[in-house]
């Protein structure tokens, strides 16, 4: 694998590859820039199918945090971290103190927090090791409600914008993915009014927003072929690609999820295709303020 010629590899400021074979963390720590601040951006865990998979999506996110924080006016750079494995059987107390000590020998150039299967309580273990984190409980805690609110919010406007209504009653609305993030935009769009078209991998969420929200549950294909108004991406990155950008039939797309485009050509296509696109740095960035 060529490193430097991977394409999200943007000029990065630091890569870092941690492992503890004690605990058997591996983890990717990834600074992009650091121009306005200290690099600033979540820990996400997942099993990832290879090493590669792992060190693109932190390339990918860190890159994104650059945007999100200046767009939100902090004085912080961009920066995130990914932990490989199975988060339903490697999470340990052993684990998270050894990635704190990962943190500590970048010596507050990134500061870590919360992200996919990552809790405030995993976080308040990094933090009896290491000063460089935040989202911790008592303090700016869990971002994920206020994340799922400013999205919301980015729906509401662009609804305005796009099709110059401001009551969200009978807007229909696809939403992939049901993690903290996306079942809490859930609520508020279906308080709004909104029609819900859900899914996700795990089925008891599903069948939570079913009874909840009265949401149309379909399979993981076929939320890109819904007849809504709205495709609201709030699970992993790249669903909006080659393959799913003409089976779109929403107006707008405005979701959680980090880097929705898979390319930056997409950009493009979605404006082609007369679909209005909500840039998720933007859209997810409320919770900052």
């Not at 720590?29 to 932190?58: F, K, Q």
């Not at 107390?93 to 992200?115: M, P, Q, T, V």
């Not at 709030?234 to 980090?258: E, Q």
Request: net charge negative.
């Amino acid at each position: 694998m060529a490193f430097f010629d991977l394409a999200d590899f943007d000029d990065h400021e630091q890569v870092v590859f941690c492992s503890d074979e004690a605990s058997g963390l591996k983890a990717i720590i990834a600074v992009h820039n650091t121009n306005l601040g200290p690099a600033v951006g979540g820990c996400r865990m997942w099993d990832y199918a290879s090493d590669e998979e792992a060190l693109v999506d932190a390339l990918r996110l860190s890159k994104g945090m650059t945007y999100k924080n200046a767009m939100a006016g902090l004085k912080m750079g961009g920066g995130k971290s990914v932990i490989i494995g199975d988060a339903k059987s490697i999470k340990s107390e052993a684990l998270f103190k050894a990635f704190g000590e990962a943190l500590n020998r970048i010596n507050g150039r990134y500061l870590s927090a919360e992200d996919v299967n990552i809790t405030t309580s995993d976080i308040a273990i990094v933090n009896t090791v290491t000063p460089f984190v935040t989202g911790t409980e008592g303090k700016s805690g869990n971002p994920g409600p206020f994340t799922a609110l400013g999205t919301f919010l980015g729906i509401k406007a662009s609804v305005k914008h796009k099709l110059n209504r401001d009551d969200l009653t009978g807007l229909k609305v696809a939403v992939q993915g049901l993690g903290s993030v996306g079942y809490g935009l859930c609520e508020h769009l279906h308080k709004a009014g909104a029609k819900l078209y859900v899914t996700d991998i795990n089925q008891a969420a599903l069948d939570k927003a079913a009874v909840e929200f009265d949401a149309t549950v379909v399979s993981l294909d076929e939320i890109y072929d819904q007849d809504v108004d709205v495709y609201s991406p709030c699970a992993l990155g790249a669903s909006i690609n080659d393959k799913t950008i003409s089976r779109l039939k929403a107006k707008i797309i405005g979701g959680c999820a980090n880097n929705q485009l898979a390319e930056p050509r997409h950009d493009k296509a979605l404006v082609d295709n007369g679909i209005l696109y909500a840039p998720d740095y933007v859209i997810n960035a409320w919770w900052h303020h």
